[in-house]
């Protein structure tokens, strides 16, 4: 039972974080689309610097993306691993107390 709490545990934190890189995502594609529209106040409409800050957005959007990918995969695995561990303890705890 140890190991099922263990792994949800994880898991939830893992769902957390992804939730966390998701967001983050979220908000740097508002900035990407205020930036292109001349919108954005710290890069005004200068295209030399449009296109600075776009880079930079995308390079932090696609690092995101990796990392949130990463965080829902362990979620998955570990929300699976979790169920799995107390079927095997609930087996293993209804199959001694029938032995008995």
């Not at 995101?64 to 695995?77: G, I, M, S």
Request: a positive charge.
């Amino acid at each position: 039972m140890g190991l099922s709490v263990l792994a949800w545990g994880l898991s939830i934190y893992c769902g957390l974080t992804f939730l966390k890189y998701v967001i983050s995502t979220l908000f740097a594609n508002n900035a990407y689309f205020d930036i292109i529209k001349g919108q954005f106040p710290e890069v005004g409409s200068d295209p030399e610097r449009i296109k600075g800050a776009t880079k930079g957005i995308k390079t932090a959007i696609n690092s995101n993306v990796k990392t949130a990918e990463k965080f829902f995969n362990w979620q998955q695995r570990l929300f699976y691993i979790g169920v799995v561990s107390f079927i095997i303890w609930h087996v293993t705890e209804m199959y001694l107390t029938t032995k008995c």
